[in-house]
């Protein structure tokens, strides 16, 4: 498999493309959560970075002054937004404004990822970087935050601690 070019990264967070299955943006955010959970080649499109996947040989990789390029695309940072706020419901946050509070469903979401690692410890580290090297910076700061404090109170084990701060390096 060969990595996307950057025409076709833009293209699909602008939503007028699609990625390597011919999903949009749109499509992939109106999934319901157990889709989100049990699918695992998308989030790498929604929130790319700067290093290959390990579990998706076909993911975009963008380099910091690509994604700074992208960053400063309106359609994009609005798209960027949307996944986020997506991935935050799916763990059990809602984003408001300048805020992100526990859900009503927080319980019943935190049960599935905050209690022990999963897949998710690494999917969080990638929305963490993605956002940080998009240049959405306070967001990716208050969702490592909310997402530590949770993994803090569910868990002794905070390995995660040091790849979260490690993604928010600009």
């Not at 939503?15 to 959560?33: F, H, N």
């Not at 700074?68 to 798209?79: R, T």
């Amino acid at each position: 498999m060969t990595t996307p070019t950057l025409d076709v990264v833009r293209s699909f967070l602008a939503g007028t493309g699609t990625d390597d299955r011919g999903r949009t943006v749109q499509q992939i955010l109106q999934q319901d959560d157990r889709w989100l959970e049990y699918t695992h080649d998308f989030i790498q499109w929604l929130f790319p970075i700067d290093a290959p996947s390990s579990v998706n040989p076909s993911a975009p990789v963008v380099a910091p002054a690509a994604a700074k390029e992208l960053g400063a695309e309106e359609k994009i940072v609005d798209n960027l937004c949307a996944a986020f706020v997506r991935m935050a419901a799916f763990y059990g946050f809602a984003v408001k404004d300048d805020c992100i509070e526990k859900a009503a469903n927080y319980s019943s979401r935190a049960r599935l990822w905050a209690v022990k690692p999963t897949h998710n410890d690494l999917r969080i580290t990638r929305i963490l970087r993605s956002l940080t090297l998009f240049g959405l910076i306070a967001e990716a700061q208050r969702f490592h935050d909310v997402a530590l404090a949770a993994v803090r109170e569910c868990r002794e084990e905070t390995a995660v601690q040091r790849y979260w701060a490690a993604a928010l390096r600009v």
